[in-house]
Nanobody
Framework: QVQLVESGGGLVQAGGSLRLSCAAS????????MGWYRQAPGKQRELVAT???????NYADSVKGRFTISRDNAKNMVYLQMNSLKPEDTAVYYC???????????WGQGTQVTVSS
């Protein structure tokens, strides 16, 4: 079993910054991919950013240039630095991990990010 615990959400004014963290624990060999998704009220969950163990990244177009994903593979952690936040970034942000050797997907419980205008 794998547990993902997020932290760092909160309320911020437009133009501000937040940093999300996610720690993975449990039984796994490695985590080939970790990242972040978000879900706004009334909308489907969407990709924000992901990063492989080797450092390859994938970002949603809406956050490119504003958000930066990073990982500490030794600590099994992933971070999301969010700058120039906009009200449309308001959502619950979920940590996501694909673990080896089963390549099963796990989700965190989510952390609320609210950006006021």
């Amino acid at each position: 079993q794998v547990q993902l615990v997020e932290s760092g959400g909160g309320l911020v004014q437009a133009g501000g910054s937040l940093r999300l963290s996610c720690a993975a624990s449990g039984s796994f060999v490695s985590i080939p991919a970790m990242g972040w998704y978000r879900q706004a009220p009334g909308k489907q969950r969407e990709l924000v950013a992901t990063m492989t163990t080797g450092g390859s990244t994938n970002y949603a177009d809406s956050v490119k240039g504003r958000f930066t994903i990073s990982r500490d593979n030794a600590k099994n952690m992933v971070y999301l630095q969010m700058n120039s936040l906009k009200p449309e970034d308001t959502a619950v942000y979920y940590c996501h991990a694909v673990v080896a050797i089963t390549y099963r997907t796990y989700w965190g419980q989510g952390t609320q990010v609210t950006v006021s205008s």
